[in-house]
């Protein structure tokens, strides 16, 4: 079929793809929502980062499971429809978080985003290619896509920092509704009634191992994040997760083995680059999941406004632009894969070191940034090139389901990189704060010294009591302060050994396999 017959005849060639490219942004945007400013919401909905971890994994776990049927779908309405119905549902999703401050009813809308938001948006992924003019169509249309993926935390944030800053919670909500009644609009005015893919049914879906395979998600993923506060395995709640992800996942298998119209076809394992694919991809969000320890600290440490941590995000964001366009070229000049992985591993692995020359009580702009900028390189070269490593070679039927893959294993690795950083700076914290508070004694003289001259200010304004206890606090906090910049200097630079190690086996693999054949 000539996808342009799915366009009004008088809609300008030129004026499709800009709108197209623009009708991807709204659905993106869901992802980071309530995540462009965790402290704001935190204090919203009075619940703190736990709580904001796992609604991002709520939807980011229903996301991958709607991947599966996704193709159905699309396939079942005609493109007019399709993008009508779907931005109506996320308008009025989007409209009833507005109005709440339940936690548990944000539960349930994140878990309607995660289907509806995945929904909306993916249509505008296969007419962004088809609008395209180049053999090259794919690597464009996907480097938009992960540029938009990667950045669309800070951008999103910035769009909405009046909203956050002036207005309130629902005022915010409101902003990104506006954005998806524009998607609504851009169904209306380009759209005919006719058909983009051939007409597939609805009732044939397998609702049942859809089901049982989020379930299995969300038991793990709930496990991992709350498992630190509910003390693991000595928690009914943790036990009770962990049977449950064993059992719904064992029985999605079978099912899946005994189905005629399998939901995932488990044949996509016989493929080194699945496999391959799939543990660099790990290795790549473990690392990544340290950049929030470095805005973290930014917060915590260093007291910089949450809007002026935004802005210099946009140094990762530069670097991130900059790390797309050189994997687009790699993509298109077919450069090796293993000479991309090697190049973006190393690196992390430069900037991981880096990183940990830049934790101390008081930094600068011009110390920090550069940094995030090589960290923005690096990701940029590495995300896009990983996705197409890992469905290159599948047929057609599997490469839904090799895609769905690759976002199940971030959708893992986010839950299981931020569980990892909280224990450790948990860990890692208590041993750096005992070692330090060991050391202060009155045999200390640099302690005796600061001592005495904390005390001696408060004292002049405050009666003795107070100015010790005002004294002791500020000696907590500078603690607590140097006990987060030592662990994560620890914890960066164990994140510089793993990506270094990865790195070498990249470029190590071929020369050992050709020794060890020749050998043989």
């Known amino acids: 079929m000539q996808h342009n017959t799915i366009y009004y005849n008088w809609v300008p060639q030129w004026l499709k793809l800009p709108l197209l490219?623009?009708?991807?942004?709204?659905?993106?945007?869901?992802?980071?929502?309530?995540?462009?400013?965790?402290?704001?919401?935190?204090?919203?909905?009075?619940?703190?980062?736990?709580?904001?971890?796992?609604?991002?994994?709520?939807?980011?776990?229903?996301?991958?499971?709607?991947?599966?049927?996704?193709?159905?779908?699309?396939?079942?309405?005609?493109?007019?429809?399709?993008?009508?119905?779907?931005?109506?549902?996320?308008?009025?999703?989007?409209?009833?978080?507005?109005?709440?401050?339940?936690?548990?009813?944000?539960?349930?809308?994140?878990?309607?985003?995660?289907?509806?938001?995945?929904?909306?948006?993916?249509i505008f992924l296969p007419l962004i290619i088809a609008e395209l003019k180049t053999k090259h169509a794919k690597v464009i249309a996907y480097l938009f896509m992960y540029t938009i993926m990667l950045t669309g935390g800070t951008v999103t944030s910035s769009l909405l920092k009046s909203s956050i800053q002036d207005y309130d919670f629902r005022h915010m909500i409101l902003m990104i509704l506006y954005f998806h009644i524009f998607v609504l609009i851009i169904g209306i005015v380009l759209f005919n009634r006719n058909r983009f893919l051939p007409k597939m049914p609805l009732y044939q879906l397998d609702i049942t191992s859809w089901f049982l395979l989020w379930a299995c998600l969300q038991a793990g993923a709930y496990a991992i994040i709350y498992g630190k506060r509910l003390m693991w395995f000595e928690s009914d709640i943790i036990t009770m997760c962990l049977f449950v992800f064993l059992i719904s996942g064992g029985l999605f298998m079978l099912k899946q083995r005994n189905s005629k119209r399998p939901l995932f076809h488990f044949e996509v394992f016989s493929s080194r680059n699945v496999v391959a694919g799939m543990v660099l991809f790990f290795i790549f969000y473990l690392i990544r999941a340290g950049l929030n320890n470095v805005y973290s600290i930014m917060a915590t440490v260093?007291?910089?406004?949450?809007?002026?941590?935004?802005?210099?995000?946009?140094?990762?964001?530069?670097?991130?632009?900059?790390?797309?366009?050189?994997?687009?070229?790699?993509?298109?000049?077919?450069?090796?894969?293993?000479?991309?992985?090697?190049?973006?591993?190393?690196?992390?692995?430069?900037?991981?070191?880096?990183?940990?020359?830049?934790?101390?009580?008081?930094?600068?702009?011009?110390?920090?940034?550069?940094?995030?900028?090589?960290?923005?390189?690096?990701?940029?070269?590495?995300?896009?090139?990983?996705?197409?490593?890992?469905?290159?070679?599948?047929?057609?039927?599997?490469?839904?389901?090799?895609?769905?893959?690759?976002?199940?294993?971030?959708?893992?690795?986010?839950?299981i990189g931020y569980a990892l950083m909280q224990n450790l700076m948990l860990a890692l914290s208590l041993k750096h704060s005992d070692a330090l508070s060991f050391q202060l004694t009155d045999t200390n003289p640099v302690f005796y010294s600061q001592w005495n001259q904390i005390f001696g200010a408060n004292i002049s304004k405050l009666p003795v009591n107070e100015s010790l206890s005002m004294t002791a606090g500020a000696f907590k906090a500078k603690i607590a302060a140097q006990s987060m910049l030592l662990s994560n200097m620890e914890i960066f630079t164990g994140l510089f050994w793993l990506a270094l190690i990865t790195a070498l086996l990249l470029l190590m693999y071929h020369p050992v396999k050709i020794a060890i054949r020749n050998i043989m």
């Open 302 to 415: 260093w007291k910089w406004p949450w809007d002026y941590i935004i802005n210099i995000q946009y140094w990762n964001v530069a670097g991130t632009l900059l790390g797309v366009f050189l994997s687009g070229i790699c993509l298109m000049k077919g450069v090796s894969s293993r000479i991309v992985f090697f190049t973006g591993f190393l690196l992390l692995a430069i900037d991981c070191a880096w990183f940990t020359y830049t934790f101390y009580p008081d930094t600068t702009l011009s110390t920090i940034c550069p940094p995030l900028f090589l960290q923005g390189i690096a990701q940029g070269l590495l995300f896009t090139p990983l996705v197409f490593f890992l469905i290159s070679g599948m047929p057609e039927d599997y490469v839904a389901n090799a895609t769905a893959l690759g976002t199940t294993t971030r959708f893992w690795t986010t839950a």
């Open 21 to 122: 490219v623009l009708a991807l942004f709204p659905h993106l945007m869901l992802l980071s929502l309530l995540h462009s400013n965790s402290a704001f919401t935190s204090s919203f909905m009075d619940v703190d980062s736990d709580d904001i971890q796992y609604l991002l994994i709520l939807m980011y776990g229903t996301f991958v499971v709607t991947l599966l049927v996704l193709p159905r779908f699309m396939a079942y309405f005609s493109v007019k429809y399709y993008i009508l119905l779907m931005s109506s549902i996320s308008v009025i999703i989007l409209y009833i978080l507005s109005a709440t401050h339940d936690y548990h009813i944000i539960l349930v809308i994140r878990f309607l985003e995660g289907i509806f938001g995945l929904l909306e948006g993916a």
